[in-house]
């Protein structure tokens, strides 16, 4: 026990030495480098020459390269990926620090043929490089701009789409709706990418194509049955839909600048504007511009631009994991931080309330930016930190409140709970040929999610098993759990991950450690547990939909399968003191698997290594086991 006090107390001293004056916690959020290359493309592409940022963006990428030349989503991802090394490839050119006979880019260029070249590349690819004249565009987008029309009642709407889709999507629609490039005279030429004709398939593969007839024709169908309904001449019609594109973006804008905070999003409504008209000296993109500068943060290999700031998820998490570790809600530093999350508690109606009519604002979201786009983990996240304020406070148990209604009226029909928006799960949408639309398009139950937020009712707002909630959630996770007895986890890597938010959730709720589901999730995770007492799984997990060992300990993957063992043993079995050990030897480690990325954004696309990570669920899972056995130890 004296060796957990001792971590606990370590990390309880960093964490507090990095606290920001306005009581957050500010992390890097990393990625793989494809938004660097994106920051380089939209900067050279706009005559912006910042010399200073590109060539930290460029110095980050080139260090990421592997010896094959090759770029990589994730450090075990076998040779490389396609898509990824084409967007670095384009933008270490495009940056003029790199020519094509280059040593660095020959093998890069080799690599990228091999694998079939630019038409075999995933559609964010392809669409960065016929935004800017290096990709045919297709005769036609495969989502019609005039769902913009059709009212969030219809059939089919644009808002079968989930929110993160929705901005990402509108500035694709436009943008290919007008078969819109720019070029410079320093453009690229990518020509020699191409092992076919550059004219086929367009942006589609043909394997999606293939689903067209499943999900592509009735949904065409469907939009074009209820837009011919419409008294307004096609023509009228199509400038409409393109209007109502444009001002959904604009809609969308956050204060500083950003698309919903995101850099890929707000990449893509730039050229949007563009493609509408928009000067590229017009102060929408010169904000935009300004807000992608403010989200680049200094690694270790260069200059990122984050995907998305994680501000508030990082202080919530933060400030919570320090109270459960032992420190009093009246710290000065917990209370700073509370001041900080009740500052970015959202007051305003955003795109959730379409499926929700009646919720009231009450949640948080991910980024210090974000106003209109809530998401349920970030709400239990500032909650649960909040908890201890709210019992003293007046002004914090409303706005606790608050929160919790809006949590409570976000469950979806069928139990479960979704990351943004209730019932946004078309079967028609998940169906389209576009690629990811099975995974990122719509936002159904997840049981991480789920046993998040049950974890959260059950210890933190007093709910329990009899509770009309808690029993039509507890009855989607028994459901959803995977014949190993595992359970998979839509934004974490990725069974580990699932299976420790649902069985913390039942525990919660007062699922006891003998029911059958709990014992075979547990037998689960000791099957996994590594020969060094940690836990590590691969994002291969993620794209395959089934568990793969990384064959090394992750600090953050060990205290969440320490937690929920902790969370359902009486006693510290051998596995959880050999976890425990880990944890307070590997802590301080700087090897590969420390930074590992352990966030899911997009299965096979976008994955996170939250730097904060291998401090907030080691210390969390540190505090849980201090308090529950501290006293048999």
């Known amino acids: 026990m004296l060796q957990v006090r001792q971590e606990i107390n370590r990390i309880q001293s960093l964490l507090l030495s990095q606290q920001k004056q306005d009581g957050s916690w500010r992390f890097c959020l990393e990625s793989s480098p494809t938004t660097d290359a994106h920051m380089i493309i939209l900067l050279r592409t706009l005559g912006i020459d910042d010399e200073r940022l590109i060539d930290g963006l460029a110095t980050r990428i080139a260090a990421l390269q592997q010896e094959n030349g090759a770029w990589k989503l994730y450090p075990d991802e076998a040779e490389g990926n396609l898509s990824t090394t084409l967007d670095c490839y ?103 990418l191409y092992v076919t004709s550059p004219i086929s398939p367009g942006l589609y593969p043909h394997r999606l194509l293939d689903r067209f007839a499943r999900g592509g024709q009735p949904f065409l169908a469907s939009i074009h049955e209820h837009v011919m309904r419409l008294p307004l001449l096609p023509g009228l019609l199509h400038e409409l839909s393109l209007r109502r594109l444009e001002q959904f973006m604009l809609a969308r ?105 009646a919720g009231h604002p009450g949640g948080w979201g991910f980024s210090d930016f974000n106003t209109l786009n809530p998401d349920i983990d970030d709400t239990t996240a500032a ?7 709210s019992r003293l406070d007046k002004t914090t148990a409303a706005a606790w409140k608050r929160g919790l209604d809006w949590i409570l009226s976000m469950q979806n029909d069928d139990g479960g709970w979704p990351a943004f928006e209730k019932n946004t799960d078309s079967a028609l949408i998940r169906n389209l ?130 937690d929920a063992l902790i969370a359902v043993s009486p006693e510290p079995t051998p596995p959880i003191l050999r976890g425990i050990d880990f944890l307070s030897r590997q802590s301080q480690a700087t090897s590969w698997s420390v930074t590992y990325p352990t966030g899911g954004g997009r299965p096979g696309g976008t994955y996170f290594a939250y730097h904060s990570y291998r401090f907030i669920w080691p210390l969390l899972a540190l505090g849980h086991f201090k308090h529950k056995y501290g006293s048999s130890r």
């Not at 029309?149 to 789409?161: C, Q």
């Not at 200059?303 to 420190?327: F, K, M, R």
């Not at 909650?383 to 304020?389: E, S």
């Open 253 to 357: 804008v956050e204060a500083d600048g950003t698309l919903y905070n995101y850099s890929t999003s707000t990449f893509f409504m730039v050229f949007a504007l563009l493609a509408r008209g928009y000067s590229p000296r017009d102060p929408h993109i010169a904000k935009a511009v300004v807000g992608l500068r403010d989200s680049v943060c200094e690694t270790p290999e260069g200059s990122h631009l984050q995907l998305a700031t994680s501000a508030v998820w990082d202080t919530s998490l933060l400030a919570h994991a320090l109270q459960q570790s032992g420190l009093s809600a009246n710290h000065p530093a917990i209370a700073s931080a509370n001041r900080y999350l009740l500052a970015k508690q959202q007051h305003t109606y955003g795109d959730w309330k379409i499926r929700n009519p």
């Open 433 to 562: 040929p576009i690629e990811g639309s099975d995974t990122v398009s719509t936002d159904p139950s997840s049981a991480d999610l789920t046993g998040r937020t049950l974890e959260f009712l059950g210890r933190y707002a007093g709910y329990k098993e009899s509770d009309a909630p808690v029993q039509k959630a507890v009855r989607w996770l028994l459901t959803h759990q995977e014949a190993d007895g595992s359970w998979y986890g839509r934004w974490g890597i990725a069974y580990v991950y699932g299976t420790w938010a649902a069985i913390t959730g039942l525990a919660a709720v007062g699922v006891t450690s003998t029911h059958p589901a709990v014992q075979k999730a547990v037998a689960w995770l000791l099957g996994t547990q590594n020969a060094d007492g940690g836990w590590g799984e691969s994002c291969h997990s993620d794209e395959k939909k089934t568990y793969v060992a990384l064959g090394a300990s992750t600090p953050s993957q060990t205290a969440w399968a320490l």
């Open 383 to 389: 909650l649960r930190a909040l908890r201890a304020q």
């Open 90 to 192: 384009y933008a270490l050119l495009f940056s003029r620090r790199y020519q094509k006979n280059d040593p660095r880019l020959i093998p890069a260029r080799e690599f990228i043929r091999a694998k079939g070249g630019l038409t075999e590349a995933n559609l964010l690819t392809k669409f960065a490089a016929a935004l800017t004249g290096q990709y045919k565009w297709p005769a036609h987008f495969l989502v019609p701009v005039e769902i913009a029309l059709l009212p969030p009642s219809s059939p089919v709407s644009f808002y079968d789409f989930v929110g993160y889709a929705r901005v990402h999507l509108a500035p694709m629609m436009i943008a290919a709706d007008r078969k819109f490039a720019k070029g410079t005279a320093d453009t690229p030429d990518l020509s020699d």
